[in-house]
């Protein structure tokens, strides 16, 4: 049987990674205040047909159901956050900061940096329509990527307004049900050969060099922006962004502030992206609930990556795997005579909150300090002739010391 294009197994190895990362994730999320969350891995696909644009739609996991339900795996999340905020909005104080990062599913053609099943932190800032609400996300974003080991040097957050992108269009004659598909072009013209993006843009009656003009002079967009920037600078944080109008997001739902990050080498896709979404929740309310909102997601494909090519974040996620090995301490059994006490060793030790292991059956006293290296144990104890004494062993430094195994747990843990 053949792992399934774009998903992936995770061994041991792969899971200690995918801990690294949700650890991060949690930690940074929680500390500006945020709480968990998390919805259905299913949803009706009109969820997404209205909500998330038909580039999307295509990229659907969906199949009827035995119920005769149309239905889809997850892609995104905002579509679903919208729709349970907008059910219990009233029990909630406003604003309302949540964040979840379980798996979204999406059929697409699978390469570096984007596979068809990924993990993805979701941070969302609910009720408040102000510049400080979008410099919070914004700080949280930044503080996120720092808490994996990379630095100013190594990502930007690049800022544009998808409002002004609409004016652009429409003060150009673009009819409103295609500004949309005009804005799927933009998205694209970084990745897209001049010949093609020049076809593209002609079918609207816009010309290549006039998008150009637009994106080479953010002043105006800057000025707008100003406020959120002021508040990142107060922050010390303003050296993580920038003002560029080639950021558009694909998105339908999208309306004021758009951002995505990069490596500042260009070597990887996007690391995130997001922006606000002010009218979603009065669309999935039929008009009953108005909310701002913004969000952001971030896949940890790509990080993974990245994390891979920076030298100290490498560093620092191998130091937190190492720090948690899967045995602390490794019992071993000199004597199988003694074997009774050392499960019974075995068993406090682990009551007291130490990893520990040890050999399920009889095995020469050499292999069994070979296993306890092998799990990166930091103390091999040795059960013997010695008992009630035991030899603890600290497999570092090779220091060897006799000690009682009553209260050894306490000794150990201090």
């Given amino acids: 049987m053949q792992l399934l294009p774009g998903f992936r197994d995770f061994y041991p190895e792969d899971c200690a990674l995918r801990n690294y990362t949700l650890s991060v994730w949690r930690e940074v999320a929680s500390r500006y205040g945020f709480l968990e969350y998390d919805g259905p891995v299913l949803e009706s696909i009109d969820l997404y047909k209205k909500k998330s644009g038909g580039e999307l739609v295509g990229q659907l996991f969906d199949f009827v159901d035995k119920g005769e339900r149309h239905v889809a795996l997850r892609p995104e999340m905002t579509p679903t956050l919208a729709r349970m905020v907008a059910a219990r909005e009233r029990d909630y104080k406003k604003p309302l900061k949540w964040f979840c990062a379980p798996s979204f599913f999406r059929y697409e053609k699978q390469q570096r940096g984007r596979l068809r099943e990924f993990l993805q932190l979701n941070c969302d800032i609910l009720g408040d329509p102000s510049p400080a609400a ?59 050969p001049e010949p093609e993006s020049r076809r593209k843009l002609g079918e609207f009656g816009i010309e290549l060099e006039a998008v150009r003009a637009f994106i080479a002079d ?35 739902y999208y309306t004021g502030l758009v951002f995505e990050v990069f490596d500042r080498g260009g070597k990887e896709r996007a690391l995130a992206g997001g922006g ?131 209260g050894l747990a306490a000794l150990l843990k201090g």
Avoid: C, H
Avoid at 146 to 162: E, H, N, P
Avoid at 311 to 334: L, M, Q, S, T
């Fill in 218 to 252: 953010p002043s105006a967009e800057a000025a707008k922006l100003q406020g959120i920037l002021a508040d990142l600078k107060a922050r010390g944080l303003e050296e993580y962004v920038a003002v560029d109008l080639t950021i558009v997001r694909g998105l339908a």
């Fill in 134 to 192: 979008d410099a919070e996300l914004l700080a949280l974003l930044i503080d996120i990527l720092r808490g994996f080991g990379l630095g100013a040097g190594d990502f930007v957050i690049r800022l544009s307004d998808r409002d002004a992108w609409m004016q652009f269009a429409m003060g150009r004659g673009v009819a409103q049900e295609r500004v949309l598909d005009f804005l799927g072009v933009v998205d694209k013209l970084e990745r897209m």
């Fill in 276 to 406: 606000r979404y002010d009218a979603l929740l009065e669309v999935m309310s039929d008009g009953k609930v108005r909310m701002p909102a913004l969000g952001f997601g971030m896949g940890d494909v790509v990080l993974g990556n990245m994390l891979e090519e920076v030298p100290a974040a490498k560093a620092r996620r191998d130091a937190w795997i190492a720090a948690r090995r899967a045995a602390e301490v490794y019992v071993i059994v000199a004597e199988e005579a003694r074997r009774p006490e050392a499960l019974g060793l075995v068993q406090r030790l682990r009551e007291a909150g130490l990893r520990t292991d040890f050999a399920l059956s009889a095995a020469k006293v050499g292999k069994q300090f070979q296993a306890a290296e092998g799990l990166g144990a930091q103390y091999a104890v040795v059960v013997g002739a010695e008992w009630p004494q035991v030899k603890v062993k600290e497999l570092a430094t090779r220091e060897e010391r006799t000690l009682p195994a009553e």
